[in-house]
């Protein structure tokens, strides 16, 4: 079975610093995708940024970039240059052909 | 990318009602699920729902209290039945496209029974 884990149920980040948020993950599966969701207080499920199984590379959008470890099946987001608007609660899934995992969410409060 | 929505946005529902909750995508999708976020926790996949057959449910949900259709590749219905105040949670659908299976989530609806 799939599961994911966020160990951090909320964090503080001062403006403009960088924030790293902490996901772990199992399965057995070879093939799965990493994703990570930004949830602000509407409800609404924001796709942030992907990484598949077997990317060589870490994967980045913008200010957000995902530190992929496998062999400790890490997949840790970290947000560059905190903005006030980021302050939201940020899921981390796992994916396997389109059905996803989701871990319990850590929540993000940037301070001016 | 998809563009998915629902409607209802919000509901508010006595109990031993049922409600019906409509996803639309603005494109032909393979995959679309159907979601639940209860009050402060994280996202459960309810059930896969198939186009032109039975949708599939995940283990702690069932067809008799979450009737789902799928008439088409665009659109879908999750029907919430005989609703305990326990059922107040956001509702949301999302679609998978593209050869990563990206995932897209409508904007939800958020129920609330009494």
């Known amino acids: 079975a799939q599961k994911i884990t966020q160990t951090q149920p909320g964090m503080f980040v001062q403006e403009k610093e960088a924030v790293t948020l902490d996901c772990t993950y199992d399965?057995?599966?070879?093939?799965?995708?990493l994703f990570w969701y930004k949830q602000p207080s509407s409800g609404e499920m924001i796709f942030l940024i992907y990484?598949?199984?077997?990317?060589?590379q870490n994967a980045t959008e913008g200010r957000y970039s995902l530190n992929f470890q496998k062999a400790r099946k890490s997949a840790n987001l970290v947000i560059s240059a905190s903005q006030l608007g980021d302050s939201a609660m940020y899921f981390c899934?796992?994916?396997?052909?389109?059905?996803?995992?989701f871990g319990d969410g850590t929540t993000l409060t940037v301070k001016p | 990318s998809a563009v998915i929505s629902q409607k209802p946005s919000r509901d508010i529902c006595q109990r031993g009602t049922s409600l019906t909750i409509q996803c639309q995508v603005d494109s032909q999708v393979t995959m679309m699920f159907w979601y639940r976020q209860q009050p402060g926790q994280s996202l459960t996949l309810i059930a896969t729902a198939n186009q032109g057959s039975e949708a599939t449910y995940e283990s702690g949900f069932v067809i008799d209290k979450f009737p789902i259709s799928r008439p088409n590749l665009t659109f879908s219905t999750l029907t919430v039945s005989n609703m305990s105040p326990e059922d107040s949670s956001i509702y949301l659908c999302?679609?998978?496209?593209?050869?990563?299976?990206?995932?897209?989530f409508g904007p939800g609806t958020r129920l609330t029974v009494t």
């Open positions: 990484q598949g199984s077997y990317d060589q």
């Open positions: 399965t057995s599966d070879p093939s799965y995708g």
């Open positions: 899934a796992m994916s396997q052909e389109g059905k996803s995992t």
């Open positions: 999302s679609v998978a496209t593209g050869t990563v299976y990206e995932q897209y």
